[in-house]
């Protein structure tokens, strides 16, 4: 399995800096206005992608009164799934502006199908990948007929096993899909950051050998950054125009200057990874000179002793290196000495 996958030419692994993801989710309240300019500010934040999802009430669960069709707890509490997705679903209608909005600004779009049907509305219209959510990820027949028409996938792995994460990234792989990337996720909204686990990301690197990522459910940007540290190469954060004026995710998402920050903030992390070495930087050379060397601290005559009331390790760095500073105590000057002079060995008595 490569640990390199791309999406619209973009190459994404742990080689490149991270692939961070806007989601939209349903945040745009039920307006193609509002989901329109939530492209344009989520352009402006400078993310690699735009992630919408695609679903109807009734391509997700069915109009249902039974106890577990309710929430139970959460930001949701008491609705039913099907009054809550019928709320947050992206209509199919506005898909084809949606996608052309996003080609405008020259931003790389793309969905979480949800059924074969919004698998196929994003055929054609497109869509260079597609995001697999955590719920969906048992769903291995949506996964083989999505892998099919072999575009990438991002598999987010919220309340899956080892067994179950396994087996997606199998089914993906064997069904046509170029290549799988796997996101961490906590399946709590809003997560809690003491339950981030970002070191997860570390491990499933090791296990799976495929880009591993995060969706992140917190509030704000730590546990992003922390997991790009720990080497994620795909970071999914959901997003809103502002929180003040709700929407399905709103609690959880971050508004345009937050959203900005954090793409800086995980793209510095990722430059700031670099390698591990031991060697003088470029950068560093010029101050070698102020660094700590032997200095004469009083007038010395030729032939007086030199000792710590007349030698000193100071800055800058012109004299003998400091750790010579045993070797001189006790020698005589060899000539006159002047205070503020770098000592230098001609400058010592044997």
């Not at 869509?127 to 990820?137: D, G, Q, T, V």
């Not at 083989?144 to 096993?161: D, E, F, Q, V």
């Not at 940007?221 to 502002?242: N, Y």
């Amino acid at each position: 399995m490569s640990a390199q996958i791309e999406i619209a030419g973009r190459p994404i692994g742990a080689d490149h800096e991270p692939f961070v993801i806007c989601e939209l989710s349903g945040n745009h309240n039920g307006s193609l206005d509002r989901a329109l300019a939530m492209i344009d500010a989520a352009a402006d934040t400078g993310c690699d992608a735009i992630k919408i999802q695609t679903y109807t009430a009734d391509t997700i669960t069915m109009d249902v009164d039974r106890p577990e069709f309710r929430i139970s707890g959460g930001l949701w509490d008491g609705r039913t799934l099907y009054d809550l997705y019928q709320a947050a679903q992206t209509p199919y209608e506005w898909h084809a502006a949606l996608f052309e909005r996003a080609a405008q600004r020259g931003v790389i779009l793309f969905s979480s199908p949800f059924d074969e049907s919004a698998v196929d509305l994003l055929n054609e219209l497109g869509a260079p990948a597609y995001k697999i959510a955590s719920f969906e990820a048992v769903d291995l027949p949506l996964i083989r007929y999505a892998a099919a028409r072999g575009k990438p996938l991002i598999i987010s792995t919220g309340m899956a096993n080892l067994a179950e994460m396994e087996a997606a990234k199998a089914a993906a792989l064997d069904a046509g899909a170029p290549g799988v990337a796997l996101l961490h996720c906590v399946s709590s909204y809003p997560a809690a950051i003491e339950d981030a686990n970002v070191r997860t990301v570390a491990d499933m690197a090791h296990r799976f050998g495929c880009p591993i990522g995060l969706s992140d459910h917190t509030h704000g940007s730590a546990a992003s950054v922390a997991a790009v540290a720990l080497g994620a190469s795909v970071i999914e954060k959901h997003f809103t125009l502002a929180r003040a004026d709700g929407g399905p995710d709103a609690a959880f998402s971050l508004e345009p200057a937050e959203f900005s920050s954090l793409v800086r903030d995980c793209k510095d992390a990722w430059k700031a990874l670099g390698r591990a070495h031991y060697d003088l930087l470029g950068s560093e050379r010029g101050n070698l000179a102020f660094r700590r060397s032997l200095y004469v601290s009083a007038d010395v005559r030729a032939g007086e002793i030199l000792g710590r009331g007349n030698i000193r390790s100071i800055r800058p760095g012109n004299g003998l290196p400091a750790a010579e500073l045993d070797a001189v105590i006790g020698r005589p000057a060899a000539r006159d000495l002047k205070r503020g002079e770098p000592l230098a060995w001609d400058m010592v008595g044997g």
